[in-house]
């Protein structure tokens, strides 16, 4: 099994930058694509970014406007999404996960979800 516990939220200024961190326990965490998604107060889960076990391939929603870096180190069992020129709009819990296989846009796929973390952007 795979546990993971997400950090590096807050509160931030409108035009600023975050790096989220997920961090994963269990072995074999390396064989694992990751995904990030997130959800906003009375709205539903959405799509953010994924990756797969070697970090080769990335994937991002359409709605990224090029904001947004994934990326992962398996020495550090860790996975990281970078969101730059943070807007009001990019407030919502962000959730890592992670599944055996390929990545997917689906967060029903996934088998393992972190807690959340909060981001909340001021404008």
């Known amino acids: 099994q795979v546990q993971l516990v997400e950090s590096g939220g807050g509160l931030v200024q409108a035009g600023g930058s975050l790096r989220l961190s997920c961090v994963a326990s269990?072995?074999?965490?390396?064989?694992?694509?990751m995904g990030w998604f997130r959800q906003a107060s009375g709205k539903e889960r959405e799509f953010v970014a994924a990756i797969t076990w070697s970090g080769r391939d990335k994937y991002y929603g359409d709605s990224d406007e090029g904001r947004l870096t994934i990326s992962r180190d398996n020495d550090k069992n860790t996975g990281y999404l970078q969101i730059d020129s943070l807007k009001p709009e990019d407030t919502a819990v962000y959730y890592c996960?992670?599944?055996?296989?390929?990545?997917?846009?689906?967060?029903?796929?996934?088998?393992?979800w972190g807690q959340g973390t909060q981001v909340t952007v001021s404008s």
């Open positions: 269990g072995r074999a965490f390396s064989t694992y694509a």
């Open positions: 996960a992670a599944r055996q296989g390929y990545y997917s846009v689906y967060d029903g796929d996934f088998e393992y």
